[in-house]
């Protein structure tokens, strides 16, 4: 392989999403990227695709230009030896339904960016996928990665809970709260049957989870064992946690599930500012007041919606 195959410094991110998730998408990629889109993210900052449930690929950038004809003619610079490749045209694209792509076109694409590759071409299991798309008047090529959906993996455990929040929006608010986790430490100080700790352990993230039900704290363990990640589960008490963190996590559907006061939710989101530096709460209630009062700033905020007429929601609020 070339040098300049091995040296991607910007890469576009093709999402996908339904209509009823466009407010937690758009709010996941503002934490990751600055920024939102329907369909393509490009940046130079590179995360691994399976991360995200809406990240379809990644495509790392090799060349760009204004044609095919020109991205054609750079590719005979790799050198694929004995590994075989295909070339994908992604669908996910900015182009408008008037510029559309039909499916002929897209084959003849991919074959005459293929031909040009000193290599073998491989239509099933390749050693290496390349991808190339349209995007703001320019085109890209480079490698592609797809994303794995892990979370869906974890769907099915040995302990549920009825009130537990989906693995994908799991996943979700833990790039929220998290989205450079490199050596940072994080809680779940509620965290129920573990949904939440078994996504970020997944993920390579350093966190901790504690609730006050020895039940479901027990159910956690279980859950995380089974999927044989190895992460700390303790019973206890948000009030009486010492260590500090960088970022909490907080489900709170308390009023609709428990008989808790609105000063026992108060005194949660006191103590998850004693402990945290940044803390994502979950909620089904308006707690800006009970928030702002905690001493807290709310720097974004989004909708988690259940179902497509959004019948039940959770707001995810950015805490710091």
Not at 276 to 304: H, K, N, P, S, Y
Request: contains cysteine.
């Amino acid at each position: 392989m070339t040098k300049h195959y091995l040296e991607a410094s910007e890469y576009l991110y093709n999402y996908k999403h339904a209509p009823e998730e466009s407010s937690l998408c758009a709010l996941e990629q503002r934490t990751l990227f600055g920024e939102e889109s329907d369909n393509l993210i490009k940046s130079t900052i590179k995360i691994e695709p399976s991360r995200s449930p809406f990240i379809k690929g990644r495509l790392s950038i090799l060349f760009s230009d204004k044609s095919v004809q020109a991205i054609a003619e750079q590719v005979d610079q790799i050198e694929l030896k004995n590994q075989s490749f295909k070339v994908r045209f992604l669908k996910i694209n900015d182009l408008s339904s008037k510029q559309k792509i039909e499916y002929a076109e897209q084959r003849m694409i991919e074959s005459e960016i293929g031909w040009k590759i000193n290599g073998e071409a491989q239509m099933k299991n390749p050693d290496i996928l390349f991808g190339i798309v349209p995007f703001e008047g320019r085109w890209y090529f480079g490698t592609y990665q797809e994303s794995e959906p892990v979370w869906l993996h974890h769907v099915k455990k040995p302990k549920e809970y009825s009130t537990a929040i989906s693995t994908r929006l799991a996943r979700t608010v833990i790039n929220i709260a998290v989205p450079d986790p490199s050596g940072l430490r994080v809680i779940d100080p509620c965290c129920g049957i573990g949904t939440v700790l078994v996504e970020a352990l997944s993920m390579g993230i350093q966190i901790v989870g504690s609730d006050l039900n020895p039940l479901v704290v027990q159910g956690a363990r279980e859950n995380i064992s089974y999927f044989s990640y190895d992460g700390i589960v303790e019973v206890k008490d948000i009030a009486v946690e010492e260590g500090h963190y960088d970022v909490a996590i907080i489900d709170m559907p308390y009023n609709l599930f428990c008989q808790a006061t609105p000063e026992e939710q108060y005194a949660i989101i006191k103590h998850a500012k004693r402990i945290a530096d940044r803390v994502v709460i979950l909620t089904i209630e308006d707690m800006d007041q009970m928030i702002l009062m905690a001493g807290f700033t709310i720097v974004d905020r989004g909708v988690a919606n259940k179902g497509k007429k959004g019948l039940f929601s959770r707001q995810v609020i950015v805490c710091e």
